[in-house]
């Protein structure tokens, strides 16, 4: 499948590890420009390193997005080195999971700071560019904490859930100008965050983190914790040409669909009463996926989709 990448200018946020150095990476192959962001400069060089092999090295950011200022100022250096922004993908911030007994209101708001803020500071400058040139992609990798409540993630899952809600408000209001933008809800995944969520539920729950992590495995729709790579192949379609009718539609009051963890807007899909209880009619590719309430409708409405995250 040619995802029409190559040549596309491409900016990460936190490209230097986990999903992100995934996708940094997957684009490489594409033969896209990237450019990624970090708050450290011994990350940003390991990174180089580990892509090199992938294409022409990255054009590496470095910069505490959480901070507005050094987030515009990286958005600055990466539309200058690529010459402009095609795609942005988000990964950078996370908010440190902690039991709910150790939970201050100063976790709440620093949860908010590096996740909210760290994706909100660089998306509002680089929507807006896109915007002025017609055309953009923009994905967010947030996190199912945003959708299902977790004992040590609260702070991070409202901020998750904040991002979700700005995801789909902008794809309502840039769609129109030629910018897409959607999110990606990933299951627990391979990185160095999952091992702290695990390190907190472990203490939470008394058992070991071996008991832990197999106890997260069984979570799992597969039995198994999801490889940043099986994300970032879900980033790159979102990203591509190939998903250009997976944006918002006129219809529906202008609410969007969620399938399988993935913001869906545009899709051909109407909602017409064939019967005393009107039923939604998307493709029979998302049918397949199982039922769960549509969001774009009043709860008697129902629509195929699955609330398994896009990573599953």
């Not at 983190?209 to 495995?217: F, G, I, N, Q, V």
């Amino acid at each position: 499948m040619n995802l029409e990448l190559h040549h596309k200018r491409v900016f990460i946020t936190g490209g230097s590890k986990g999903i992100g150095l995934a996708c940094a990476e997957a684009f490489l192959r594409e033969g896209a420009q990237v450019a990624i962001a970090s708050r450290r400069a011994d990350n940003l060089a390991a990174a180089q390193a580990t892509l090199g092999p992938a294409g022409s090295p990255p054009v590496t950011v470095q910069a505490d997005l959480a901070d507005a200022a050094q987030a515009a100022r990286a958005v600055q250096q990466a539309q200058a080195a690529l010459g402009g922004i095609d795609i942005l993908v988000t990964c950078a911030g996370a908010a440190r999971r902690t039991p709910p007994d150790e939970l201050t209101p100063q976790h709440w708001r620093d949860a908010m700071e590096a996740k909210y803020f760290s994706y909100l500071n660089v998306i509002d400058p680089v929507i807006k560019l896109m915007a002025a040139q017609g055309h953009g992609a923009i994905v967010n990798v947030i996190g199912a904490g945003g959708k299902v409540a977790s004992p040590t993630h609260l702070p991070g899952g409202a901020a998750n859930a904040a991002l979700m809600l700005v995801t789909a408000g902008l794809a309502h209001a840039y769609g129109p100008r030629g910018v897409r933008v959607n999110a990606i809800n990933p299951s627990a995944t391979h990185t160095e965050r999952l091992q702290q969520g695990l390190e907190a539920e472990a203490r939470l729950s008394g058992d070991t983190m071996e008991e832990t992590l197999a106890r997260a495995s069984q979570r799992a729709p597969l039995g198994r914790i999801a490889q940043p790579q099986e994300v970032a192949s879900a980033v790159l379609f979102l990203a591509s040409a190939g998903q250009l009718h997976l944006g918002r539609h006129p219809d529906h009051g202008r609410r969007g669909h969620a399938h399988r963890g993935l913001r869906h807007t545009a899709l051909p899909c109407r909602h017409a009463p064939t019967n005393s209880r009107p039923r939604c009619s998307c493709s029979p590719t998302l049918k397949a996926a199982g039922t769960a309430r549509c969001s774009a409708h009043p709860p008697r409405f129902r629509q195929p989709t699955a609330a398994a995250s896009a990573a599953r």
